[in-house]
């Protein structure tokens, strides 16, 4: 909480929110009064059948993510990301918003949020309501030409793809789905990849790459959006990257008040007023019964 312009912070606590520990009476209170940013990471969405990294569903994560370096200097990096990110989209496509986006999106709608800032590329936020969404690291649900910098609907592509592709239907049943929604498959030759229909440009998906940045207007206008909140509330976020702590450390050193929700210790625990260790779906769908929201 804030005093004097510094944040008062109480310690970590593993709680059920509907016990309501002192934490979780923290949280309660700050949406209450208004004028909250959400960031999301993808602890939010591993309700809704997409894995993460760092948290517990990604504890045995194998591999590394496509860096931007790789994919934009070997025609056979892109064959090969093309390949796994065609098989896993049509997961990515069909995953669905679970009671924590739900939960954000009625704290949207009843006026208690000034935005959301999601490190998530899933969409999710939007397909359960939200409007005021910042896509930090863009969306799986477009593609961007490197050469015109035209972007399409992810799903345009995906038709082409299957047309040049027809023998690449199903993944393997023992391949999983990893976090950015492609699919761990180690053979992925003989796939044909697509390029712009308009220039003949490489086409990527408009995200951010590992290893590349996040475009300099976008990270202004998040920094904008934390300065002028009453509190910031993390979900499902280890805020292991930069991308995402730098609005922690923002809003600290301007005395507004941090909230994390998340599975496991994070990076940003000791700047948080409180912390709370617990399902993200559970949580959220209490916070909006205790302020009175749910129908």
């Not at 969405?45 to 504890?59: K, N, V, W």
């Not at 800032?117 to 939200?130: F, K, P, R, Y």
């Not at 761990?184 to 796939?191: C, D, I, M, Q």
């Amino acid at each position: 909480m804030r005093q004097h312009g510094r944040v008062m912070r109480t310690e970590p606590e593993t709680a059920e929110p509907g016990s309501q520990p002192r934490t979780f009476g923290i949280m309660v209170e700050l949406f209450r009064g208004g004028d909250v940013v959400v960031l999301s990471g993808a602890g939010l969405s591993t309700e809704s059948g997409i894995p993460d990294y760092r948290g517990p569903s990604g504890l045995a994560r194998r591999g590394q993510p496509m860096t931007y370096q790789a994919f934009t200097g070997s025609a056979a990096a892109r064959q090969r990301y093309w390949a796994r990110s065609h098989l896993g989209w049509r997961h990515i496509a069909g995953a669905v918003p679970n009671t924590g986006h739900l939960a954000v999106a009625e704290l949207e709608r009843h006026g208690l949020l000034r935005g959301i800032i999601t490190q998530n590329v899933d969409g999710l936020h939007q397909a359960a309501g939200g409007g005021a969404v910042t896509e930090l690291h863009g969306s799986l649900h477009r593609v961007v030409c490197l050469s015109c910098w035209r972007r399409t609907p992810r799903p345009a592509l995906d038709e082409r793809l299957r047309a040049a592709n027809p023998a690449w239907t199903d993944p393997p049943a023992d391949a999983p789905v990893n976090p950015d929604g492609d699919v761990a498959l180690e053979e992925t030759g003989g796939f044909a990849v697509a390029d712009c229909e308009q220039c003949g440009g490489v086409l990527k998906p408009d995200v951010v790459f590992f290893g590349e940045n996040v475009p300099k207007p976008r990270v202004a206008s998040c920094y904008d959006l934390v300065a002028g909140a009453a509190a910031l509330v993390v979900l499902g976020s280890s805020l292991t990257v930069m991308s995402g702590f730098r609005y922690v450390r923002h809003a600290a050193s301007l005395g507004i008040p941090v909230v994390i929700v998340n599975q496991g210790e994070t990076r940003g625990d000791v700047l948080a007023a409180a912390t709370i260790d617990a399902p993200l779906g559970v949580t959220l769908t209490t916070v909006v019964r205790e302020l009175g929201l749910a129908g």
